[in-house]
């Protein structure tokens, strides 16, 4: 199985900046995809931002130009960058993985890390 564990959330003032990361452990043979998404209260799951295992990343409109995603393979770890933070930028982060396992054969699971809070004021 794999596990991720996400960090780096918090309260931060409008206008600072935050860096979440979230890293894989586990039966891991390869990282494919790595995302984050965001959840606000009563709002559904929403994709802020993904790269893939070529490098090439995409963004959500409302986060264009703040929020820089990157990923480091040799630590199966994935980040997110937040700058210029807005009190909009206000939910639960949570990172996902499509995670390439071998037990007797290959196969890709997608698993989500636990959430971390990200409270930014006014």
């Known amino acids: 199985q794999v596990q991720l564990v996400e960090s780096g959330g918090g309260l931060v003032q409008a206008g600072g900046s935050l860096r979440l990361s979230c890293a894989a452990s586990?039966?891991?043979?390869?990282?494919?995809?790595m995302a984050w998404y965001r959840q606000a209260p009563g709002k559904p799951r929403d994709l802020v931002a993904y790269i893939t295992s070529s490098d090439s990343t995409n963004y959500a409109d409302s986060v264009k130009g703040r929020f820089t995603i990157s990923r480091d393979n040799a630590k199966n770890t994935v980040y997110l960058q937040m700058n210029s933070l807005k009190p909009e930028d206000t939910a639960v982060y949570y990172c996902?993985?499509?995670?390439?396992?071998?037990?007797?054969?290959?196969?890709?699971?997608?698993?989500w890390g636990q959430g971390t809070q990200v409270t930014v004021s006014s």
């Open positions: 586990g039966s891991i043979f390869s990282i494919n995809t």
């Open positions: 996902k993985m499509h995670v390439t396992s071998y037990s007797g054969r290959y196969y890709t699971q997608e698993y």
